[in-house]
Antibody, heavy 123, light 112 residues
C-alpha cells in the first residue's frame, strides 16, 4: 500500500524559499501510472492545488503560483519536492503531498494523501 | 479559474437522517471527451482529505454506499442517506475538467 510522508522546516522567514519533500513508500515514483501533487490548506480554509509532476520531467503548476513554484523528483530517494520562493505570511498553510492518476485519471483528483506538514512564514 | 461554490457551508444533521451538499461550478464541467470530472473529498477533523467519489458518481473503494453523487453540467450533489457519527468533517467538491483544478470552499457537517 502506497504511503506518502511530507518533511521539511516548519518555519520559514518572509522572502525566503520554502522547501518540502515527500517520500513515497510502497511504490515507485517513476511509475507511468501516477502524477505526484502538492496541495495546501491555510488554517481554517479550503484546499488549493499547487502543482504536480509526472515521470520526472512533466510539470504543471497553478498559474496563481507558477512564477514562484518548482516541483522536482529525486528518483534515488523515491521522493518529490516542492520549492516556493519569496514567501509571505499568505503562504502559511498545511502542505500536503498526494498521488493522482495519470492520463485521463488525473482528472479524478488525488487518491492517496500524506498526513500534511504545517509551514509558518514568520520572522 | 473555475469557481466552485458549495452550499450550505455548515450542515447540522441528526444521526440517522439524510444529508445533502450542493456544489455549483462557474462553467460547465463537461470535458471534450463528454465526461464530467467532478470529485468529492471528505476531511475528518485532524485528518488529510480522502477522496470519496470521482467522476460525479463513482465511489472509491471502501466508501460506504450511504454516500452517493449525482449531477450534470454545473450542478452537483453529494448525498448521505443516513448520517453516522463517523461522517463528521468537511466535504469538498473538486473539478478536474478545467485547468487549474479547483476546490469548493467546503461544507462542514456536524451532528445536531
Amino acid at each position: 500500500q502506497v504511503q506518502l510522508q511530507e518533511s521539511g522546516p516548519g518555519l520559514v522567514k518572509p522572502s525566503e524559499t520554502l522547501s518540502l519533500s515527500c517520500t513515497v513508500s510502497g511504490g515507485s515514483i517513476t511509475s507511468a501510472n501516477y502524477y505526484w501533487n502538492w496541495i495546501r490548506q491555510p488554517a481554517g480554509k479550503g484546499l488549493e492545488w499547487i502543482g504536480r509532476i509526472y515521470i520526472r520531467e512533466s510539470t504543471n503548476y497553478n498559474p496563481s503560483l507558477k512564477s514562484r513554484v518548482t516541483i522536482s523528483v529525486d528518483t534515488s530517494k523515491n521522493q518529490f519536492s516542492l520549492k516556493l520562493t519569496s514567501v509571505t505570511a499568505a503562504d502559511t498553510a498545511v502542505y500536503y503531498c498526494a498521488r493522482g492518476g495519470s492520463l485521463i485519471m488525473a482528472r479524478y483528483g488525488m487518491d492517496v494523501w500524506g498526513q500534511g506538514t504545517t509551514v509558518t512564514v514568520s520572522s | 479559474d473555475v469557481v466552485m461554490t458549495q452550499s450550505p457551508l455548515s450542515l447540522p444533521v441528526t444521526l440517522g437522517q439524510p444529508a445533502s451538499i450542493s456544489c455549483r461550478s462557474s462553467q460547465s464541467l463537461v470535458y471534450t471527451d463528454a465526461n464530467t470530472y467532478l470529485n468529492w473529498f471528505q476531511q475528518r477533523p485532524g485528518q488529510s482529505p480522502r477522496r470519496l467519489i470521482y467522476k460525479v458518481s463513482n465511489r472509491d473503494s471502501g466508501v460506504p454506499d450511504r454516500f452517493s453523487g449525482s449531477g450534470s453540467g454545473t450542478d452537483f450533489t453529494l448525498k448521505i442517506s443516513r448520517v453516522e457519527a463517523d461522517d463528521v468533517g468537511v466535504y469538498y467538491c473538486m473539478q478536474g475538467t478545467h485547468w487549474p483544478y479547483t476546490f469548493g470552499q467546503g461544507t462542514k457537517l456536524e451532528i445536531k
